[in-house]
């Protein structure tokens, strides 16, 4: 096993209290030479090679922080023959195309179930449940650091720098909180979700992301008047016959909605097809022994020789993905300035005060996209509208 954190950890904690399942971790490899570990230390080594080049090791579980590294190696242990278990989203991202193709060539088993959504088993359910259903659409709440901040802050009307603190404290957080509130987490388990539901690979920076690190109490105020939440939602969803669209942004979220309930470090996941309609799947998406299940489960899984076979990707259905959809959005800015930037084509709702003003208004995703460096940069927060429009249904 690499990496002993809080995954590494919960998953040990998972593999002692497993009844059904047993397995023995021969070695762990960690970077920290002087950090305390809580078990002895000649389970321990700080050479990689140690695992990879050990012919009596069959499985390589994965669960280091760094996606360069974990990208070395899952590489050298599927060319080695060694089935691998991964948990690291950025990584796989960026390189499923090349990790599908060692697969096959070194007829060797890459599982990932925990890179995405927690213990919820999406990727699984993708892969088995909707091998053959025509998918709709794929969204839901992947992160559960955000919807925790967002959660303590509608709930107890804290500002966001004092949530962030409180969730860093409980390690619900990357180590680089930005993955986290800015989106990007989300938007690499958008990719992945993407390639099992509808079998195109997306790099991941072609898709927009849009976070909640510039999120204000005046926003969730306007949620509360409306009945509404806010919740991170990334959204893959079908356009037409052959063409998806995806994208992850904060969206206004009513009574009747699945993710209204999801509080906390909690996730949900919307599956909608054409025959089965919607299914909401339900569970924990951060900290170590909700990841660690996952871990097990598809530790579990290699054993049995489970694989994934990918067979939206070869089935080559969904082909084109595009940003060319309308989208209707609350932005919220201070400056005369702020509003200039955005190309609205149409606005339903202004505001304007002393303190904030907003607009509710319809633009093109393309355009978004394309002002993302600007976006960061300014007093601003944007979130999607529900799905039926702004004004909440009671």
Not at 88 to 104: G, R, S, T, V
Not at 245 to 266: C, D, G, R, T
């Amino acid at each position: 096993m690499f990496g002993y954190g809080c995954v590494g950890q919960g998953l040990h904690d998972v593999l002692l209290n497993s009844r059904g399942f047993r397995t023995d971790i021969k070695k762990i490899c960690v970077k920290d030479r002087t950090k305390p570990r809580r078990i002895r230390s000649d389970h321990f080594t700080f050479d990689k090679n140690v695992i990879l080049d050990d012919p009596e090791i069959n499985l390589v579980v994965e669960l280091i922080s760094d996606p360069e590294e974990a990208y070395s190696i899952v590489k050298q242990s599927l060319m080695s023959g060694k089935n691998v278990v991964s948990a690291n989203k950025k990584m796989l991202a960026l390189h499923l195309p090349e990790m599908i193709e060692l697969q096959q060539k070194y007829n060797t088993s890459l599982l990932y179930e925990a890179s995405c959504c927690g213990c919820i088993p999406i990727i699984r359910n993708l892969e088995e449940y909707y091998d053959n259903e025509m998918l709709l659409s794929v969204k839901g709440i992947f992160n559960g650091s955000t919807n925790y901040i967002l959660t303590k802050m509608y709930n107890e009307n804290s500002d966001y720098a004092t949530v962030l603190q409180e969730a860093q404290a409980l390690g619900y957080l990357e180590v680089d909180p930005s993955l986290d509130v800015d989106g990007l987490d989300a938007r690499d388990k958008l990719a992945i979700i993407t390639l099992h539901a509808f079998g195109l690979f997306l790099n991941p920076e072609e898709i927009f992301a849009y976070g909640i690190s510039s999120i204000s109490t005046f926003d969730l105020q306007y949620a509360r008047e409306k009945g509404l939440k806010i919740k991170l939602v990334p959204t893959v969803r079908k356009i037409d016959e052959s063409t998806i669209a995806s994208y992850v942004i904060p969206q206004f979220i009513k009574q009747e909605h699945f993710l209204y309930n999801v509080e906390n470090e909690y996730n949900g996941v919307i599956a909608e097809a054409a025959f089965s309609n919607k299914q909401f799947f339900y569970g924990r998406g951060a900290g170590g022994h909700p990841t660690g299940s996952a871990v097990l489960s598809d530790i579990s899984a290699n054993s049995y020789e489970y694989r994934y076979e990918y067979k939206k990707l070869f089935q080559q259905i969904e082909t084109n993905y595009t940003r060319n959809i309308p989208i209707e959005i609350y932005f919220r800015y201070h400056q005369k300035e702020d509003l200039d930037l955005i190309p609205f084509t149409d606005i339903r709702e202004s505001y304007k005060s002393h303190d904030h003003n907003f607009v509710v208004g319809t633009l093109n995703l393309e355009d978004l996209y394309r002002l993302r460096p600007l976006l960061a940069e300014r007093d601003v927060f944007l979130a999607r509208t529900p799905d039926n429009g702004i004004a909440a249904e009671k």
